[in-house]
């Protein structure tokens, strides 16, 4: 099975900030990578699909990078309303897998 | 537009079935994957396995040997059961649609439901 191994585990950052967050793949996933924020008591939101396709009606400022093992996920000026939960999720032979996750603050 | 809503007890006994069921509303349940996906209390996110509305499933391995997700396209639903559970199992449990030309990407979610396993 693949392993995701996704960092920093939290991140704290002030506003307008360039954030990064990281996921490597255990093995080759090609593109197959997504990037979802999750708000408290909420379900997760997809930002972006296939590696570095952003989602419609997701603001520029999330952009995502990479293939292979080695993915970014970045955002280009933090708001507030950012402040959430950041997960990866791979699709490979047929599974899925998430990475741990990203706690975001404000600092 | 699309909408999931998962619907099942919120308390379930330990060793007990745990049964959710998933309506989906504004679309067709056809031509998609339909994912079941769980969260316990502030941890992560935790793939349990998808369906494709012809029928054919996956699961996670690490919970084959409990997970049954089936599938009833003429009342755009699908379905989860999750055997002899245990208070591991406690988490929000979604439902979500994909496609696999988006890297099986959730681009619809449910709400989530909670469920609780205690006696």
């Known amino acids: 099975d693949i392993q995701m191994t996704q960092s920093p585990s939290s991140l704290s950052a002030s506003v307008g900030d360039r954030v990064t967050i990281t996921c490597q793949a255990s093995q080759d996933i090609s593109n197959y990578l997504n990037w979802y924020q999750q708000k408290p008591g909420k379900a997760p939101k997809l930002l972006i699909y296939d590696a570095s396709n952003l989602e419609t009606g997701v603001p520029s400022r999330f952009s995502g990078s990479g293939s292979g093992t080695d993915f970014t996920f970045t955002i280009s000026s933090l708001q507030p309303e950012d402040i959430a939960t950041y997960y990866c999720q791979q699709y490979d032979n047929l599974l899925i897998t998430f990475g741990q996750g990203t706690r975001l603050e404000i600092k | ?119």
């Open chain 2, 1 to 119: 537009q699309v909408q999931l809503q998962e619907s099942g007890p919120g308390l379930v006994k330990p060793s007990e079935t745990l049964s959710l069921t998933c309506t989906v509303s504004g679309g067709s349940i056809s031509s998609y994957y339909w994912s079941w996906i769980r969260q316990p209390p502030g941890k992560g996110l935790e793939w349990i396995g998808y369906i494709y509305y012809s029928g054919s499933t996956n699961y996670n391995p690490s919970l084959k040997s409990r997970v049954t997700i089936s599938v009833d396209t003429s009342k755009n639903q699908f379905s989860l059961k999750l055997s002899s559970v245990t208070a591991a199992d406690t988490a929000v449990y979604y439902c979500a649609r994909s496609t696999v030309d988006t890297a099986m990407a959730y681009h619809y979610w449910g709400q989530g439901t909670l469920v609780t396993v205690s006696s």
